[in-house]
């Protein structure tokens, strides 16, 4: 995407106004996106140890009105991520067409089944909504606590060990990968609100697979494998990754028939006490608004962030 991308607006006889989007320098891209990006909201400074809080085939673009940078998004495929704008200007529906134009006329862009905005807050719902944008059921939010010691007893008839992950084809895998999948496919995959035709076990391996790519050493000591000591069944999962540098819940899930006994919780607890004896300042989670981990995260301390559309998309 060398180039920039025009979009010509006069509407009501006002002067006509250049719209475009071009390629952004990382560093000097990621300065503006921690200060205007919705992610401040919540009270996280990013880390300044790591080289960049762009995932790996993410691009920074800025946004210029009259060739002035008033913006800035991150593109990926077919997907728009951390869209901002600086003050004074809002977000303007003309702004996100300017970036779907970009998108469609680039070879990845041609011929997707749809264009998708990841985390839209509600000051940019109705832009989108203006651009063509259609959004999901679902709001979420990310909440976040700073990491404490507790006193970790042994969990009634449970046993609760650290997950383990090997180097697999210059991939990080989890060793219990299948086991682990198979347990998230039967007891956590619809607790978000998705339909069951719509899951599958190659899709919840696959989403596993992405989870462990992001674990580090620390943070596969800090998740969690919980089984009932009688049964020797797998009864509770807590998978932590690293996130925008950050330690963030990825999967938390107990077999329902163990609910309600406080095990989540403590799985939580044993993540934040692993990660405070390693340094780790804090832990995040992102959670579907109205879900018990919402409910459970604010009991433990967590702090929550502003809610967010998780995915809007523009069909044709």
């Given at each position: 995407?060398n180039r920039?991308?025009?979009l010509?607006?006069?509407?009501?006889?006002?002067?006509?106004?250049?719209?475009?989007i071009?390629?952004?320098?990382?560093?000097?891209?990621?300065?503006?996106?921690?200060?205007?990006?919705?992610?401040?909201a919540?009270?996280i400074?990013?880390?300044?140890?790591?080289?960049?809080?762009?995932?790996?085939?993410?691009?920074?673009?800025?946004?210029?009105?009259?060739?002035r940078?008033?913006g800035?998004?991150?593109?990926?495929?077919s997907?728009?991520?951390?869209l901002?704008?600086?003050?004074?200007?809002?977000?303007?529906p003309?702004?996100?067409?300017?970036?779907?134009?970009?998108?469609?006329?680039?070879?990845?862009?041609?011929?997707s089944?749809g264009?998708r905005a990841y985390?839209?807050?509600a000051?940019h719902?109705?832009?989108?909504?203006?651009?063509?944008?259609?959004?999901?059921?679902h709001?979420?939010?990310?909440?976040?606590?700073p990491?404490?010691e507790?006193?970790?007893?042994a969990?009634g008839?449970?046993?609760?060990?650290?997950v383990e992950a090997r180097?697999?084809?210059?991939?990080?895998?989890?060793v219990l990968?299948?086991?682990?999948?198979?347990?998230?496919?039967?007891?956590?995959?619809?607790e978000?609100?998705?339909?069951?035709?719509?899951?599958?076990?190659?899709?919840?391996?696959s989403?596993?697979?992405?989870?462990?790519?992001?674990?580090?050493?620390k943070?596969?000591?800090?998740?969690?494998?919980?089984?009932?000591?009688?049964?020797?069944a797998?009864i509770?999962v807590?998978i932590?990754g690293m996130?925008?540098?950050?330690?963030s819940i990825?999967?938390?899930t107990?077999m329902?028939?163990?609910?309600?006994?406080?095990l989540?919780?403590?799985?939580?607890?044993?993540?934040?006490?692993?990660?405070?004896?390693?340094?780790?300042?804090?832990?995040?989670?992102?959670?579907?608004?109205?879900?018990p981990?919402?409910s459970?995260?604010?009991q433990?301390?967590?702090?929550?962030?502003?809610?967010?559309i998780?995915?809007?998309?523009?069909?044709?």
């Open positions: 995407m920039e991308d025009g010509e607006a006069s509407p009501h006889g006002e002067p006509t106004e250049s719209i475009c071009c390629e952004a320098a990382p560093e000097e891209w990621e300065c503006y996106q921690r200060i205007y990006a919705k992610p401040m919540t009270g400074v990013w880390p300044r140890d790591i080289a960049s809080v762009l995932p790996a085939g993410v691009m920074p673009y800025w946004l210029k009105r009259n060739g940078v008033i800035g998004a991150a593109l990926s495929g997907e728009i991520r951390d901002f704008t600086i003050p004074p200007h809002p977000v303007d003309r702004f996100i067409l300017a970036v779907v134009e970009t998108i469609r006329q680039t070879s990845r862009g041609r011929g089944l264009i985390e839209v807050f000051d719902e109705e832009a989108y909504m203006r651009a063509g944008f259609y959004p999901a059921p709001r979420h939010r990310w909440m976040q606590r990491t404490e507790y006193d970790l007893q969990m008839s449970t046993a609760c060990h650290a180097m697999e084809g210059g991939e990080r895998r989890l990968e299948r086991e682990i999948g198979l347990f998230l496919f039967k007891h956590a995959c619809f978000e609100g998705g339909k069951q035709e719509e899951a599958s076990f190659a899709g919840v391996l989403k596993l697979r992405q989870n462990s790519a992001c674990m580090t050493e943070t596969t000591q800090a998740s969690s494998l919980l089984y009932d000591t009688s049964t020797r797998l509770g807590c932590i996130q925008s540098g950050y330690p990825q999967q938390l107990v329902k028939a163990y609910r309600g006994q406080g989540a919780t403590r799985m939580v607890q044993k993540a934040l006490t692993m990660l405070r004896r390693q340094g780790q300042p804090l832990l995040r989670i992102r959670v579907m608004h109205g879900h981990h919402e459970l995260c604010y433990l301390g967590f702090m929550p962030g502003p809610l967010f998780s995915v809007m998309t523009k069909h044709g």
